[in-house]
């Protein structure tokens, strides 16, 4: 049996990582032969997002380093599954959604999954400044890359372990979101599903002038050091194992 680990980046979300833990399919992806294990990378929570997590009997680890991408870094250096997903921990994105993309993802051989939430958008998951935003970065990103690309910051997910590039590469930062997908596009086999995206559960993290603004600096910088005629090369994701800046707690 293959296993799944869902990495979930938290900071302050105790009212949506309860249900965002309930609602991943275990069972579902069980009749697949995926086993499943979440791991939750907190970022420092002043709330009882730690607690809730580990009530669930989630692995949960501290993050002393800052940003989202260190979250997921540290999240995928500490577990062992040959596919990686990653979930906000705000329910807004629909866990059941995992089943149909790990089909996908091995059914077609892909190397990754991602997801589009601006063709199903459920209403209040989104300002409208908001969704000007997300089109506007991921407008750039089809633009300066030539890949077909219609959600460049969705956070969800679902990769081969085997197949990404090394995470060093990527933003510590907000950025590393589109900045997995733009460089997996380029040289991989991979592909971007529909999903429905709901309101968040509980206050949003993102300043939409500051991170919007450094997401699209981030895609031009990234744009000069990336060549779309990069070679077809897939170091091995490093081996699992604990960072000392991070502290298990469950």
């Known amino acids: 049996m293959q296993k799944l680990s869902i990495i979930i980046p938290a900071m302050n979300e105790q009212d949506g990582i309860s249900p965002t833990l309930d609602g991943i399919p275990i069972s579902e992806l069980k009749s697949l032969g995926v086993s ?4 939750v990378v ?5 709330d009882l997002t730690v607690e809730m997590a580990r009530a669930r009997g989630t692995r949960t680890v ?11 870094k ?11 997903a990653v979930l906000d921990a705000d329910n807004s994105y629909p866990a059941s959604a995992i089943v149909p993309i790990i089909r996908a993802l091995v059914s077609h051989n892909l190397d990754m999954v991602t997801t589009s ?28 890359f030539r890949i077909r690309l219609n959600d460049s910051q969705s956070g969800m997910w679902v990769a081969r372990r085997d197949r990404m590039l090394p995470i060093e ?28 995206y709901h309101a968040r559960i509980g206050q949003a993290k993102l300043e939409f002038m500051r991170d919007g603004m450094q997401n699209l600096a981030e895609i ?16 091995a994701m490093l ?10 707690t469950g």
């Open 36 to 39: 499943v294990e979440a791991i």
């Open 42 to 46: 907190d970022g420092g929570s002043t």
């Open 62 to 72: 501290v993050e002393t380093r800052n940003g989202y991408g260190r979250a997921i």
């Open 74 to 84: 540290t999240g995928i250096e500490m577990t062992d599954g040959e596919f990686i």
């Open 117 to 144: 939430r601006l063709e199903k958008l459920s209403p209040g998951s989104m300002t409208p400044l908001h969704l000007l935003g997300n089109r506007l970065l991921s407008l750039a990103t089809q633009l300066l």
């Open 169 to 196: 590469l990527f933003s510590d930062g907000m950025a590393f979101s589109q900045e997995v997908k733009i460089r997996h596009f380029i040289i991989g086999k991979c592909l971007e599903v529909p999903i429905e």
């Open 220 to 235: 031009i910088r990234l744009r000069r050091s990336v060549s779309a005629g990069e070679e077809r090369q897939r170091p």
């Open 239 to 248: 081996p699992p194992k604990h960072r000392k800046n991070a502290s298990r």
